[in-house]
Antibody
Framework: QVQLQESGPGLVKPSGTLSLTCAVS?????????WSWVRQPPGKGLEWIGE???????NYNPSLKSRVTISVDKSKNQFSLKLSSVTAADTAVYYC??????????????????WGQGTLVTVSS | SSELTQDPAVSVALGQTVRITCQGDSLRSYYASWYQQKPGQAPVLVIY???NRPSGIPDRFSGSSSGNTASLTITGAQAEDEADYYCNSRDSSGKHVVFGGGTKLTVL
């Protein structure tokens, strides 16, 4: 059973950098999966931030791309998120999740089968 | 703004059937998946692919798709099904992931 655990500061100052780590247990981060970050502002919906493969390849949400860096540490079986120049609008619960793919007749789909429990990050002075 | 559109709120009488829909152009090319989220909890996958349920998800949950619309159907809704439901898929470019805005399901 794969488990994901987010960790990092719960409070970040405006204009600072948000840094979170997702530790993966019960499975290898070097498996044939991508790994994602998703966030949810209080009372609002889910927003995908980006994803990484163990090779270091990344895809980012275009609306956040200029501020986001996702990296992987295979030796520690974890991946990380950095979000720079944060404002109050970045206050959210941040989740890490494992990507999976479903291949059907002539199409495919992406889904997240394992999620961390989430960590609240508040941007405030 | 999301490339996937969901009704903000839907209600259903206990034991009845409810359909939650998700619309978007990318759904003509990619399958949607569906998540249930209860207050204070992480999302839980309930449907993926054409119509697949992860282990532990009751068979009253089912999925379907037609054109640019994906649907999650709960047949015989239970009180414990009251939650927010989100769809997700690849976007039209195929490079990014998008979520619908979510549907709050109330079981009356």
């Amino acid at each position: 059973q794969v488990q994901l655990q987010e960790s990092g500061p719960g409070l970040v100052k405006p204009s600072g950098t948000l840094s979170l780590t997702c530790a993966v247990s019960g499975g290898s981060i070097s498996s044939s999966n991508w790994w994602s970050w998703v966030r949810q502002p209080p009372g609002k919906g889910l927003e995908w931030i980006g994803e990484i493969y163990h090779s270091g390849s990344t895809n980012y949400n275009p609306s956040l791309k200029s501020r986001v860096t996702i990296s992987v540490d295979k030796s520690k079986n974890q991946f990380s998120l950095k979000l720079s120049s944060v404002t109050a609008a970045d206050t959210a619960v941040y989740y890490c999740a494992r990507d999976q793919y479903y291949y059907g007749s002539g199409s495919y789909g992406i889904y997240f089968d394992y999620w961390g429990q989430g960590t609240l990050v508040t941007v405030s002075s | 703004s999301s490339e996937l559109t969901q009704d903000p709120a839907v209600s259903v009488a206990l034991g009845q059937t409810v359909r939650i829909t998700c619309q978007g152009d990318s759904l003509r090319s990619y399958y949607a998946s569906w998540y249930q989220q209860k207050p204070g909890q992480a999302p839980v996958l309930v449907i993926y692919g054409k119509n697949n349920r992860p282990s532990g998800i009751p068979d009253r949950f089912s999925g379907s798709s037609s054109g640019n619309t994906a649907s999650l159907t709960i047949t015989g809704a239970q009180a414990e099904d009251e939650a927010d439901y989100y769809c997700n898929s690849r976007d039209s470019s195929g490079k990014h992931v998008v979520f619908g805005g979510g549907t709050k399901l109330t079981v009356l």
